[in-house]
């Protein structure tokens, strides 16, 4: 016998919304990988079919002009995923593959500007001869003529572009020649800017310094040796400021080290699971990127744990070995996942916490 759901007073649609409601309100289970935010899964489309290139840089100028590093196929890591040109995950897996003359093919793409959709915009390929890896790409944010800086690791080199790419402004350090002194790295990291123009370097692989240099790449002053004590390093691979303090971090020895600006050392915050990046943001807080764990994580200026989320792997959400993080002024977060060959982009969740989001990158007052 058909039910009249009517003599109940509940009408059949009334009854259907009843029905489905507590399943959509009371989710069951589940570890919330990507915390405040919801991952765009498939974003990054390189255009580029067999994509196997690690990303290791990213710099969001802003939602539709993403900066992204990689490094060229000699690089590529065994057994990871191979994107499709439109951003799918291949079946098969990446393999190594050495070619001494790859750079001469004219297809190598180090940097790349991509839009709001994750698709390539831009290929600054005109510079191939001169970076060997964009490990860290940064837009000087004191700067109205928004120049692009490049620390191009293997090269040993600071590298300084004018905003649309044509022109390269100045270069800091020899080409190919390693060093440890007022004029040469080995195996630069990143760096930091200052509203004067100055700026420090995570220098970085392999010299464990700090190098600080005034806005025209002159030589001011370096900290740092080799070690596990105060102010030594093993692998300096970040470097970030506020107003009073320098935040270094100290990647192998699982910490970050705080100094003032003349490098005076004081303190250290330890168990940070191999930092790549780490920054301050506008409120007041230390953000961090820990590869060890795949972990994402937020501490306030006494170094006190906020917010944490992340977890290894190569799904979408998650990531295996981030090697550079951005905000943009929209708070889409972005995650260069370098052994996953790809840029993550992540939107904040409806009503997520501001103070679990990842802050915008703190910038002085001039």
Request: aromatic share 10%.
């Amino acid at each position: 016998m058909k039910k009249n759901y009517s003599s109940y007073g509940i009408s059949l649609a009334a009854l259907c919304i009843a029905v489905a409601a507590p399943a959509a309100a009371q989710e069951k289970g589940g570890l919330d990988l990507t915390g405040p935010y919801d991952v765009v899964a498939g974003w990054f489309k390189p255009g580029i079919e067999g994509w196997n290139q690690r990303v290791v840089s990213v710099n969001a100028e802003d939602p539709n002009r993403v900066f992204i590093g990689a490094v060229d196929r000699n690089d590529t890591r065994e057994g990871h995923p191979l994107l499709s040109a439109d951003g799918k995950v291949m079946k098969e897996k990446t393999r190594v593959v050495r070619d001494n003359n790859f750079f001469d093919k004219g297809d190598v793409n180090n940097i790349m500007v991509l839009n709001a959709n994750g698709e390539v915009i831009e290929n600054w390929s005109q510079w191939n001869s001169e970076i060997s890896i964009a490990h860290h790409i940064i837009i000087d944010p004191y700067d109205p003529a928004r120049a692009v800086w490049v620390v191009d690791r293997f090269n040993h080199r600071i590298l300084k572009f004018s905003n649309d790419g044509k022109q390269l402004l100045l270069k800091i350090g020899e080409k190919g020649v390693p060093g440890n002194d007022e004029s040469h790295f080995h195996d630069p990291a990143s760096l930091a800017f200052l509203p004067d123009g100055s700026f420090y370097v995570a220098d970085g692989y392999t010299n464990s310094r700090v190098v600080k240099f005034d806005r025209n790449g002159k030589y001011l002053m370096s900290w740092g040796s080799k070690g596990s004590g105060p102010g030594q390093f093993s692998l300096v691979h970040s470097v970030a400021v506020d107003a009073d303090r320098v935040y270094v971090a100290d990647r192998n020895n699982d910490r970050i080290q705080i100094f003032d600006h003349n490098g005076k050392f004081l303190d250290q915050w330890l168990g940070t699971a191999r930092v790549t990046r780490v920054i301050t943001t506008d409120d007041k807080r230390v953000c961090v990127s820990a590869t060890k764990y795949g972990r994402y994580a937020c501490y306030d200026l006494n170094g006190k744990l906020v917010s944490q989320w992340g977890t290894l792997g190569d799904e979408p959400g998650v990531s295996d070995n981030a090697h550079q993080i951005d905000v943009d002024n929209e708070g889409n977060f972005y995650v260069a996942d370098a052994n996953n060959n790809r840029v993550q982009k992540f939107v904040p969740k409806k009503n997520a916490s501001k103070a679990q989001l990842i802050g915008r990158e703190f910038v002085l007052k001039k």
